[in-house]
């Protein structure tokens, strides 16, 4: 279901430079993401479950209905996707609500990474390890 071209929207894109984060500013943009994220966690759901429902149990008759709201829903999840881009993060999955902020760490680019259920940004990824390379935010000070 998370490659059907109907559940994920594409990704957003911005014609601007990428901001980058530092950790504290990551940290001050949480309450909003956090609302977004959950938003799409929610919305990514019920995109999942209409999905489902369309292709296995929905009589004939029903499935234009379930349909338009599919594409509905789906087109809502794209604002999201586009609203969070417009923060200037990535999201990573739309399962658990895994977020990356670009980050910087001895000049080479980083990810601060963050997930929903997450406090405040407290992990950080080389750009090509993902998130299992997280280490505490704390190592970046050395």
Known sequence: MPNSPSAV???AHSSKARKHF?????N????LVRRIVGDIVQTHSLVTRLHHELETT?????QEDVQNKLEAEVDRLHEYV????AVGCDLKDYQTGLVDFL???KGRDVCLCWKLGEEKVEYWHE???GFAGRQPVATLGE
């Open 9 to 11: 929207p594409k990704k």
């Open 22 to 26: 530092t950790v504290v500013e990551a």
């Open 28 to 31: 001050r943009t949480l309450p």
């Open 58 to 62: 929905i009589p004939p008759m029903a």
């Open 82 to 85: 586009t609203e969070l881009a």
């Open 103 to 105: 980050g910087q760490h």
């Open 127 to 129: 750009m090509q390890t």
